[in-house]
Nanobody, 116 residues
Framework: VQLQASGGGLVQAGGSLRLSCVAS????????MGWSRQAPGKQREWVAR???????TYADSVKGRFTISRDNAKNTVYLAMNSLKSEDTGVYYC???????????WGQGTLVTVSS
């Protein structure tokens, strides 16, 4: 599976961004998809996931502010981020599969910078 993430950028605190991740090389509609992030100097942390039936789960740190969704016709998963905080700054990675599985596929990451 190849994953291409985009949509990162510089935004002021309180602002919004929408990340996109286009997948190829798999039956996308059957895949569990997710996002994780890595802040400068910190370990990567899981952010959100969406199952093939569109059920979603979020980390407590983003619950109520971020929304993960998918468009199977476009082989794309999205992460809509609202009410952004400086602590949301980091490189955001999309993945296909299970977050901790060695067989999961990962995108190249897109940088989100939230200025306070």
């Amino acid at each position: 599976v190849q994953l291409q993430a985009s949509g990162g950028g510089l935004v002021q605190a309180g602002g919004s961004l929408r990340l996109s991740c286009v997948a190829s090389g798999s039956i996308f509609s059957s895949d569990r998809m997710g996002w994780s992030r890595q802040a400068p100097g910190k370990q990567r942390e899981w952010v959100a996931r969406i199952s093939s039936d569109a059920s979603t789960t979020y980390a407590d740190s983003v619950k109520g502010r971020f929304t993960i969704s998918r468009d199977n016709a476009k082989n794309t998963v999205y992460l809509a981020m609202n009410s952004l905080k400086s602590e949301d700054t980091g490189v955001y990675y999309c993945y296909s599969g299970y977050y901790s599985s060695p067989t999961s596929s990962w995108g190249q990451g897109t940088l989100v910078t939230v200025s306070s």
